[in-house]
């Protein structure tokens, strides 16, 4: 049965052998096919790259080509625009000019005339402080006459009084003078 034991080993192990150099070539196949694929794949995505690669390059000059041309009409339009500004601001500068000498004259003109107006009112008030001040000094030396014969009035009310009342004193006392004669020799005693 050793004998049969081992015989049946050796078999199995030669099936298992087999059946391992069958899977190894159908391994070796199948990676052969793979690589193939493999290949033949990286070969077509290759092309397929290039092709967009040359797309790309044709599209970005195409790209490059537009904004290019848009750039040139871009720079001729703003080269047109900028000229016809100047040209423009040159007007509207003329126009501009020429309002602003228009106002200078107009300007020039009213400050003229207010000189001329102060001018005339500053004469005015001196011409009128002139006949103020003459007044003022008539009136001054009015006052001081006025005021000359109300003293002169006063001094000889003064004068007159002093001596009505001087005289009236007078006449009393000698009055007095007589009652108190005639008064002591009534009684016998003058």
């Not at 000498?101 to 009128?128: D, Q, R």
């Given at each position: 049965t050793d004998a049969g034991h081992s015989e049946a080993l050796a078999t199995l192990k030669a099936e298992v052998a087999k059946a391992a150099e069958a899977h190894q070539q159908?391994?070796?196949?199948?990676?052969?096919?793979?690589?193939?694929?493999?290949?033949?794949?990286?070969?077509?995505a290759l092309k397929a790259a290039e092709a967009q690669q040359a797309a790309f390059d044709a599209h970005k000059a195409e790209a490059e080509k537009a904004v290019a041309?848009?750039?040139q009409a871009l720079e001729a339009q703003k080269a047109e625009a900028a000229k016809a500004a100047e040209a423009e601001a040159a007007k509207v500068g003329e126009a501009q000019k020429q309002a602003l000498?228009?106002?200078?004259?107009?300007?020039?003109?009213?400050?003229?005339?207010?000189?001329?107006?102060?001018?005339?009112?500053?004469?005015?008030?001196?011409?009128?402080d002139g006949l103020q001040a003459q007044a003022l000094e008539a009136h001054k030396a009015e006052v001081a006459k006025m005021d000359e014969a109300h003293r002169q009035a006063l001094d000889s009310h003064q004068a007159t009084v002093s001596t009505k009342i001087t005289e009236e004193a007078e006449t009393r006392c000698a009055k007095f003078k007589t009652e108190i004669m005639e008064t002591l020799q009534a009684k016998g005693w003058a």
């Open positions: 159908g391994l070796e196949a199948h990676k052969a096919e793979a690589a193939k694929l493999l290949e033949a794949h990286k070969a077509d041309a848009l750039q000498e228009a106002h200078k004259a107009e300007a020039t003109k009213a400050l003229e005339e207010a000189k001329s107006a102060i001018e005339g009112l500053k004469a005015e008030v001196l011409k009128a």
